[in-house]
């Protein structure tokens, strides 16, 4: 009993490791863009996002039943070995999160738990203990759908903010009054964060309980939705710079116009799917509406190049985490108990490694976006040199030129006024 005891102890606690690691490693979905366009400063920012991630944390729970109830079955899994599983699937989510941050790559905090945890489940149970159907319906099809959906309704709002703001073409960074727009929309990602993935951590801890019989339901109880809240604001207060650089100018050259549309197209898809219990990804959904904002601003660019990278992080995270996931459970397999305490060492070693090689090149809220870089960043629109007639333009020439025809005198009329 104390044994097992101990084991909850570890995954719990590395549960809400992982949790902090989600909280920093997400911080630039809502706060990048605003950063980025002047509309909020650095430290404010993060604050925001940390407070706002707490109270998303208790509006909802949907997504933490999606996880304790859904997409592993329990029943399937002897209770001696089920902690010592969701151990190693942490491991590799953690793994995975902390390497990302390293590299400023935008992945998936969310899928980097799903593969850890199929990982360790296909190695520690067999395929019968996860439920696919689960796994693609609120899982994969989410990851394929939402982030281009939240793209697509990025470039369309942005396409109609300039449209009807387009008098504001050229004046230096125009549209001055979507900063506080931004200070709006970036809240309410903030906050719709909290209700998406600080309940992913939730589920895993609920899951955890129930399997050793110290927990009948799969709603959390109040002090896991306390403590998981908590720690992802604590994360998201840290800020995870390197990341929010990548966002807030890796992308796209962000403009506010343009990032009031991609925050506002990111909190309606988020929220959208936490009310019906899909466990998204804020990261994909997040960046495919600043792509979608950078095409819908004339002449902006996209930089495919930083997106390629992206994408591929995307591909890679479940089957990376859930390889790693799986090489953890597999020690728990061969060793048992020793196993859990070798994977506890190389967890803490991982950790520390990344965090030290991180100390080397530091990115901080002092130069993860350049001083003056909004001021200096120029017209809000590019505007061409010898831009073509508007519709409006065109109908005056028009009426112009039928007044001048109506009054100008024909030859034989002049001639007849010089011959008198």
Known sequence: METAALIVVLVIGLALFFDFTNGFHD???????????????????VILAAVLNLVGAFLSTEVAKTISGGMIQEDEISSSIFPAIIF????????????????????SSSH???????????????????????????????????????????FAATKLAYAVTRRYDGKPDGRDGFRWGQIFTSSLVALAHGTNDAQKTMGVITLVLIT???????????????ACGFTIALGTYMGGWRIIRTMGKGLTD??????????ASTASTILASSALGFALSTTQVASGSVIGSGLGRRGSKVRWRTVGRIMVGWLLTLPASGAVGALAALLVVWFGGWGIAIDAVLAVAIIL?????????QVDASNAMG?????????????????????????????????????????DVKKAEDER
Not at 27 to 45: E, S
Not at 212 to 226: E, N
Not at 255 to 262: E, R, Y
């Open 27 to 45: 911080t630039a979905n809502a706060m990048a863009t605003p950063i980025a366009t002047g509309a909020l400063k650095p430290k404010v920012a």
């Open 88 to 107: 190693a699937g942490l491991i590799g989510a953690v793994t995975w999160n902390m390497l990302t941050w390293l590299l400023g790559l935008p992945s």
């Open 353 to 361: 490694a990344l965090y030290l090689r991180s100390r080397r090149d």
């Open 371 to 411: 001083v003056g870089e909004v001021a200096e960043s120029g017209l809000a629109v590019k505007v061409k040199k010898n831009p073509p007639p508007t519709r409006r333009q065109r109908a005056e020439k028009r009426a112009a030129r039928k007044r001048a025809a109506a009054t100008q005198k024909t030859p």
């Open 212 to 226: 050793v019989g110290w927990q009948s339901q799969s709603d959390p109880q109040l002090w896991v939705i306390l």
């Open 112 to 154: 980097a738990l799903f593969g850890g945890l199929i990982g360790a489940t296909l190695v520690g149970a067999g395929a019968a203990a996860i439920n696919l159907g689960v796994v693609m319906s609120k899982v994969v099809l989410p990851a394929l759908i939402a982030p281009l959906t939240a793209g697509l309704i990025a």
């Open 254 to 263: 962000v403009k506010p116009a343009q990032g009031f549309s991609a925050e």
